[in-house]
């Protein structure tokens, strides 16, 4: 593991990484989950797909690296992207899983794979519009220190500047970027994923000018058992880029 500082909007960064296969000739960037880190995205993918040079990030605020601003998903792509400039990676594959994916679309690489990705609004259940109006009506009343009743799972241990930054995030439509991405795109679902439903695969599909959509057995997480097919899938899809060349 290593630490690269990050300059950013007065604000510095410490982003902690890790290159493997240094020699590959080709740079395969991966980025993890919101609240997630660079080993689970590392014990997944690091035994295949040796023709790569793998780099593995913890995004801003998670794992080992630092954040104690709110941000967004534009400042958390140009960030990694200064980072990338300053490892010297290039923007040949970006793999994405959840909020990486939105990250990485950002980005604008050559080769966009993603994994789970949110990107798309999916419509909120009537039970949580209603803990969003009860909360807001505590608010109003000035109390605002039950927020742990009403936050979701993934905001609940955040810091003040990260709980502003999933407000941030967690609502946002990018159709617009994915509609204009020129990437050729790898979208890998679960079946069974209840966080970014397989529904919103098939919504960025159609989106998107140039993509592949394969599903595999299991939940948001579902690539930790399937690493090696996702892993076969990315090196077929890199490969066919070659060919048009």
């Known amino acids: 593991m290593a630490l690269k500082s990050i300059q950013y909007n007065q604000h510095t960064f410490d982003i902690s990484y890790e290159i493997l296969n240094h020699d590959g000739p080709v740079d395969l960037v991966i980025l993890p989950g919101w609240g997630s880190n660079k080993e689970l995205m590392k014990n997944s993918f690091h ?9 593995y990030i913890d995004l801003p605020g998670f794992g080992k690296s630092t954040s104690s601003v709110a941000l967004g998903t534009k400042d958390y792509a140009r960030i990694v992207e200064l980072f990338m400039i300053h490892i010297n990676a290039s923007k040949d594959i970006i793999l994405g899983h959840s909020f990486g994916g939105k990250v990485a679309l950002l980005l604008e690489p050559k080769v966009l794979i993603l994994v789970g990705s949110t ?14 109006a009860i909360y807001k009506l505590f608010k109003f009343f000035g109390l605002a220190k039950f927020r742990s ?3 979701a799972e993934d905001a609940k241990s955040l810091s003040e500047p990260m709980y502003q930054t ?9 159709s617009d970027e994915f509609s204009s991405s020129e990437a050729k795109t790898l979208l890998c679902w679960g079946d069974k994923d209840t966080a970014t439903p397989l529904s919103i695969a098939y919504k960025m599909q159609k989106l998107l000018k140039d993509s592949t959509l394969k599903i595999y057995d299991g939940d948001h997480y579902f690539f930790m058992k399937h690493a090696k097919e996702v892993s076969s899938e990315i090196e077929k899809i890199f490969l066919k880029t070659l060919e048009h060349k």
């Open 47 to 55: 035994p295949y797909m040796d023709t790569f040079r793998h780099i």
């Open 119 to 132: 990107g798309i609004m999916v419509p909120k259940p009537l039970k949580i519009k209603l803990k969003i």
């Open 149 to 151: 009743l009403f936050v």
């Open 166 to 174: 999933f407000k941030n995030v967690i609502d946002e439509d990018l």
